[in-house]
């Protein structure tokens, strides 16, 4: 397999890309859905951001370097990778914060209606952050079985939250069907695309999806901690109103009136003064995606994890794999359920191979494709095959468990 696998990456149009990623030698990434890689141009950029726009310029530079429109200026580099309109996103705070703004505002665009319905086994944050609403007595939680959800869905839900790509299992909702079936009971839809932006088309407009998020540190690897990204739909900009109304979303901050007045558009999202370290590198890291463009990387992104199950199957194993096996039906990764999934991710990960373990039994393997070559397919299939077939991973170090997993 690995001689197939350099042929395919020597017709890679996308194999020059991985030269931008600074991918540390002696390691197969296949972690990229979770921290994104390095790019090599962030470490100068914020070289330049720390030594001169901060250093040397100081306070000067939210208006010379432009640091005030940056939010801004990053939310629209963004927008036009999942399908919306450059003043209909911004870059700010955390998935989990903007998740809580835009939970609220749904809420308070739909009077009479308290329900939040969402899938059982979504993201944590997501399900922990409308069981955070309830509890304030502004929210009512309903969580239902994936299948189980246009049943669920009726007239006293006011918006419906799920994530667009499952980041267990990869699974990928259609966004169509399912925001036109949450409007046709009157209720509104927000679409988390952690797992889905920089990987996947996705089209908020063209699906005519209300809000999103997304997450900046995962497929746009800007960085740990890196700002998320939020959006609005035109139609709503003007009745979407966030409660966490900081100075920075006022519509004329810099008047220190003492009372607020929302800005224009998503604009109001701001809440205080963004990180402009954070902000700068996610720059760089959506840059790197727009240049190489979604479709490119999707159709690599399928490939890559396709040529991964095929050197799983050729190596005799037999994982019960828990993600589509259609590739269109699945976000950028395969998982596995296996029972000792966890010793054999350490031990992956001792061996190069870094994945990644979701309790309580599943193996993940994220496929960024803007770095990953069709060799680290093969290899990480081959080590794979090594450590179940010597159960390696029986060794004592494999089962203790760290902080985090
Ligand atoms: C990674 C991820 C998040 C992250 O939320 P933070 O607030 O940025 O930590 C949220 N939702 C989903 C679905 C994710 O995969």
């Known amino acids: ?3 197939r696998a350099k042929s395919l990456d020597a017709a890679d149009p996308l194999a020059k890309f991985r030269e931008r990623f600074d991918v540390p030698g002696g390691v197969i990434y296949l972690d990229g859905n979770s921290l994104g890689c390095l790019p090599r141009a962030t470490p100068a950029r914020l070289e330049q951001v720390v030594r001169e726009e901060w250093g040397r310029d100081l306070i000067r530079s939210w208006n010379s370097a432009d640091w005030i429109n940056l939010p801004q200026r990053v939310g629209a580099k963004i927008a036009p990778l999942i399908g919306a309109q450059p003043h209909e996103v911004i870059a700010c705070d955390s998935v989990s914060v903007n998740l809580y703004k835009l939970i609220s505002a749904a809420l308070r665009m739909r009077p009479g209606r308290k329900v939040v319905l969402s899938e059982a086994g979504n993201f ?6 409308i069981e955070g609403l309830e509890q304030q007595g502004l929210a009512e939680r309903r969580l ?3 299948g189980d959800l246009l049943e669920a869905l009726d007239e006293d839900v006011a918006l419906l939250l799920l994530t667009h790509a499952h980041y267990k299992t ?5 966004m169509e069907a399912i925001t036109r079936a949450a409007h046709d009971k009157g209720a509104l839809v927000l679409w988390d695309l952690s797992h889905s932006g920089g990987a996947l088309p996705v089209d908020l407009n063209a699906r005519n999806a209300d809000f999103a998020v997304g997450c900046g540190y995962k497929y746009f690897n800007g960085g740990p901690g890196a700002p998320a990204y939020a959006f609005v739909a035109e139609r709503h900009h003007s009745d979407a109103q966030q409660p966490l109304s900081g100075w920075m979303g006022h519509a004329t901050p810099f008047a220190f009136s003492d009372d607020y007045t929302p800005a224009p558009g998503v604009d109001r999202l701001l809440c205080g003064t963004p990180g402009i370290l954070g902000l700068a590198a996610m720059e760089v890291g959506v840059d790197l995606i727009a240049e190489i463009g979604i479709e490119p990387l999707h159709s690599k992104s399928q490939k890559l994890s396709e040529f991964f199950r095929q050197c799983l199957l050729e190596s005799g194993l037999d994982l019960e794999l828990v993600s589509p096996i259609d590739p269109a039906q699945r976000g950028s990764q395969l998982s596995f359920r296996h029972e000792d999934a966890y010793a054999i991710c350490q031990a992956l990960i001792a061996r190069g191979v870094i994945g ?4 309580p039994d599943i193996l993940r393997f994220g496929f960024a494709p803007a770095y990953l070559r069709f060799e680290d ?8 095959a090594e450590v179940l077939e010597t159960e390696e991973w029986q060794r004592k170090e494999f089962r ?6």
Do not use: I
């Not at 203790?400 to 997993?405: G, L, P």
């Open 144 to 146: 239902s079985d994936r």
């Open 356 to 359: 990644d373990f979701r309790d």
């Open 400 to 405: 203790e468990r760290a902080a985090v997993t």
């Open 377 to 384: 397919m093969a290899e990480a299939a081959r080590h794979l």
């Open 124 to 129: 944590p944050t997501d399900v922990y952050m």
């Open 170 to 174: 990869g699974e990928v909702f259609d």
């Open 1 to 3: 397999m690995l001689e």
